[in-house]
């Protein structure tokens, strides 16, 4: 039996239904995966800070590599996805590393050793990234049944957080700094990157069906215990034990249209209220 086969088993990567967990940066994802990796979700063995797996994050990083694009700058990656062929010879450079053992890296050592392959014994699995709100057509073409949890934040709540962190990244490491996204080092660029993630994820949410909800951040942290319930049961989880509670009692409502707290704020989204009013918000929801 080849490495594939052993890993496999015979099991076609089309029964496999991985939970993806994307949004806008800086919309609350990582809180959600978070949340949901208490209540039952495997998202990885080797998580970084954001609560990504590194495994899968080298993945998207080596799909938007191939297709010329970047998090701040994803329309070709949306371009390249739509031409059938293109999808295909990148997802031919993917596929292989899910069939080797740098799967390790995301089962762990112990689950590699022993086969725990989440599309194997069936337990409830799946990987964050904000960027599989472009990557998602060549994830879909492998896993075919994936599902998806889309999270929105007001948009001038997002801007304002990446334009600070943008700040905080050039300070620290330098204007020329890879890190470093030019786009979003004001709120006025950082709004119009919210815009196109918002614009993508409808187009790749429509495709994807009943397989996919959408949930407002505002939504989660104002209304956690109904809220992680109706997730829970999408994924498959469990909502009926005290890591439920706690993991919905924890959430933060202040964080829920925090711009109201800021003239210049609440002045930047009035300015937007009809960009805003575009994707269901009003400005001083």
């Known amino acids: 039996m080849n490495f594939s086969a052993w890993i496999w088993n015979g099991m076609s990567k089309s029964d496999a239904e991985p939970v993806l967990i994307t949004g806008m940066h800086r919309s609350g994802t990582s809180a959600l995966a978070v949340s949901l990796r208490r209540l039952g979700l495997f998202t990885g063995w080797d998580l970084d800070r ?165 949930i407002r951040f505002e939504e989660l942290v104002q209304n956690p215990r109904s809220t992680l319930s109706k997730l829970a049961a999408f994924c498959g989880l469990s909502s009926d034990s005290s890591d439920f509670t706690e993991t919905w009692s924890a959430m933060d409502k202040t964080r829920a249209f925090a711009f109201r707290n800021q003239s210049a704020l609440v002045d930047f989204a009035r300015a937007m209220r009809d960009r805003l009013a575009a994707w269901g918000y009003r400005e001083s929801e």
């Open 50 to 214: 954001n609560a990504e797996a590194r495994f899968f994050v080298r993945l998207d990083d080596a799909i938007l590599h191939a297709t010329g694009a970047r998090w701040d700058h994803p329309s070709p990656c949306v371009m390249a996805l739509r031409e059938d062929t293109r999808k295909t010879m990148i997802a031919a450079r993917i596929v292989p590393k899910l069939d080797s053992i740098l799967m390790a890296r995301y089962v762990g050592p112990t689950g590699f050793l022993s086969r725990r392959f989440p599309w194997l014994d069936k337990r409830p699995w799946g990987w964050k990234d904000p960027r599989l709100v472009f990557t998602l057509p060549l994830w879909r073409s492998i896993f075919p049944k994936l599902r998806v949890i889309h999270l929105t934040r007001h948009g001038v709540d997002v801007a304002a957080s990446l334009a600070r962190r943008s700040k905080a990244t050039m300070s620290e490491c330098g204007s020329q700094s890879s890190a470093i996204s030019q786009r979003c080092s004001n709120i006025e660029g950082a709004f119009s990157l919210w815009e196109e993630y918002m614009r993508n994820a409808a187009s790749v949410l429509t495709a994807t069906g009943n397989r996919a909800i959408n």
